[in-house]
């Protein structure tokens, strides 16, 4: 029988190289510092990089990298300068997203482009870029993308925002597919309402109060909720046999 491992030594990332995008602000920020804090060396990538090297300066073995991930042409040149601060990568952590809470009539087409472009291309891109170079080099590695409640249970005014998750959903599935022959797991976390500034000013409204009475956990989540999540996924000590796999953290919402 195999031995029983410490949880502690379970959960530790020692000589993970990670790469998580929107790490300046709500869940990415809190992905780097749990991450970090558990060993691995972090690569924080996002457009606002005066918040990123606030965040590396906080913690040690944080990184700031400066990147848009609706700019597909420039991820090559990302990864390679990404690797410089830590060698190379082992997790990628898609976490960047824009929301949108329009009814379908009233969303624009720029809207509808920019949420696609954001939440399902850059993931698509910058997943090949990432896979292709474990892939050449023959290493093994990770990767989680952050979906959402609404990538199965849709609701009123966030249609383009839902449809992208569903996307990612599915492209969790079809990497982990293709990938879990090269030794790269794939999977998602579908997180239900988080605090963050893209819910902010949605969870204080009346109508957020009243979506939140609806929760079976009466509350919405912080994103300190998902750090046993992302830790379970990023440890391949912890869930080396989980691919393809979506963990919904959302205080029972989908079941309301
Ligand atoms: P947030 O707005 O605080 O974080 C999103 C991050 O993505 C920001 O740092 C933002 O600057 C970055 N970002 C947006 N466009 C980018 C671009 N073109 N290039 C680089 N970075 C870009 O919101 P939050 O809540 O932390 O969202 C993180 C992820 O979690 C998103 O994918 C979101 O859809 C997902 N999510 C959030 C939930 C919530 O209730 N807060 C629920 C379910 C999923």
Not at 113 to 123: F, G, K, S, Y
Not at 175 to 189: C, K, T
Request: glycine content about 10%; hydrophobic content about 50%.
């Amino acid at each position: 029988m195999a031995q029983i491992t410490p949880a502690q030594q379970l959960f530790d990332l020692s000589g993970e190289v990670v790469l998580v995008t929107g790490a300046s602000s709500g869940l990415g920020r809190r992905f780097a510092r749990v991450l970090a804090a558990h060993g691995a060396k972090v690569v924080a990538a996002a457009r606002r990089v005066d918040r990123l090297a606030e965040l590396a300066g906080e913690q040690e073995g944080i990184a700031p990298l400066a990147l848009d991930v609706t700019a597909p042409e420039g991820f090559s040149a990302a990864l390679e300068e990404a690797e410089r601060h830590f060698g190379p990568l082992t997790l990628l952590v898609n976490n960047a997203g824009i929301a949108s809470g329009k009814r379908i009539l009233d969303t624009a087409e720029e809207e509808w482009a920019a949420v696609q472009r954001t939440n399902v291309e850059a993931v698509w891109h910058l997943s090949r870029a990432f896979a292709g170079r474990l892939i050449a080099r023959q290493s093994p590695g990770a990767i989680i993308n952050i979906a959402s409640l609404v990538a199965e249970k849709v609701g009123v005014s966030s249609a383009a925002y839902a449809v992208s998750k569903a996307a990612v959903l599915h492209m969790t599935k079809a990497q982990a597919l293709e990938w879990a022959r090269h030794g790269i797991r794939v999977n998602a976390i579908c997180p239900g309402f988080i605090a963050s500034e893209m819910t902010d000013g949605y969870l204080s409204s009346p109508a957020g109060q009243d979506m939140i009475s609806r929760i079976p956990q009466r509350r919405a989540g912080d994103p300190s909720d998902l750090d046993g999540v992302i830790l379970l996924l990023a440890s391949s000590r912890a869930s080396g046999f989980m691919t393809g796999a979506a963990l919904r953290v959302d205080g029972g919402h989908a079941l309301a």
